[in-house]
């Protein structure tokens, strides 16, 4: 198989990985504004320092008493904001506070995505449990051959863009 087949053997799993980044990235960019506003209009304190809370990256400092709060104001402001919360609580509000985040569920979707594009390749290769081996190495690496193998299809000659309908589009915005 040389460059242009393989080009065209990827090329799904590439639109694959390309629509399911742009769906993380809107995701993330809407929830952390959402737990941005949230933390600076509470008073969220970090368990040890006291210290008022204001980076949604920084929500695990507070007590885990306080979980169950925060987590519901931030599911009615999801909700709000247009998102459909999914559960795994067959009675929804027996743990209103417990549920996926729609950030997280779209990154996850992403990191499929690229793990399939990544094991088309390692086929190519012919190289068995490339992938472990490839996250074994770091973060780094993982990320610069989802890069390269993208830039490889998108500026081979016959590349063709996918196209999104537009009803699947939406699915992007929640």
Not at 3 to 13: M, V, W
Not at 91 to 119: F, G, M, R, T
Request: aromatic share 10%; proline share 5%; charged share 20%.
């Amino acid at each position: 198989m040389g460059p242009r087949e393989l080009s065209q053997k990827l090329q799904p799993a590439v639109h694959a990985c390309l629509i399911a980044q742009a769906c993380a990235l809107v995701h993330r960019e809407r929830v952390d504004a959402i737990q941005r506003r949230i933390l600076q209009t509470g008073n969220w304190l970090a368990e040890k320092s006291q210290e008022k809370i204001t980076d949604p990256n920084h929500t695990y400092l507070m007590p885990q008493s306080d979980y169950p709060a925060y987590f519901t104001t931030l599911r009615k402001a999801l909700e709000a904001d247009g998102y459909v919360i999914q559960t795994h609580h067959i009675n929804d509000n027996e743990n209103y506070w417990d549920y996926y985040c729609p950030a997280c569920l779209a990154e996850s979707i992403q990191s499929d995505a690229e793990h399939v594009l990544i094991n088309l390749f390692a086929e190519y290769l012919n190289y068995k449990d490339f992938l472990h081996k490839l996250l074994s190495a770091g973060m780094d690496d993982y990320r610069k051959l989802i890069d390269l193998l993208v830039r490889f299809v998108v500026n081979s000659p016959d590349y063709v863009s996918p196209v999104i309908p537009k009803n699947e589009a939406n699915q992007c915005h929640g």
